[in-house]
């Protein structure tokens, strides 16, 4: 895919993205099973990423750590969905929102302990 988008963009073009799943310490399967069960997900080692993008022909390759952004959000989102429990229970069905919930947990405790990271990405196409 990265190659793609190299192929697409314009000389001197830039490109911007963010990983959520960058493996940052040990992780069961237990969560990873639960980290990926609102859909398809690729976990990657560190630096993989950054290989990718030199390989697909990107220079200028930048990351910075927003793994704390992360925490933040998914605490807030999770502490923000409870004080609306009911309502969203009627909406969502109990299931589905604590599975939610607990996508939300795991989130937030993978990423305090930085079991699980996220990066943000800039590389940039020669001119």
Known sequence: MLHELFRILKPGGRLLFSDALVIGGTISHQEIATRSSI?????????????????????????????????????????AREERRAALTAIEGKANFEDLQQFLSCVHMLTSERRLLRFLYFAQKSA
């Open 39 to 79: 859909g398809y997900y690729l976990f990657s080692p560190p630096e993989h990423n950054e290989d990718l993008l030199r390989k697909a022909g990107f220079h200028s390759v930048k990351t910075t750590d927003t793994t704390e952004n992360a925490v933040s959000i998914s605490r807030r989102w999770r502490e």
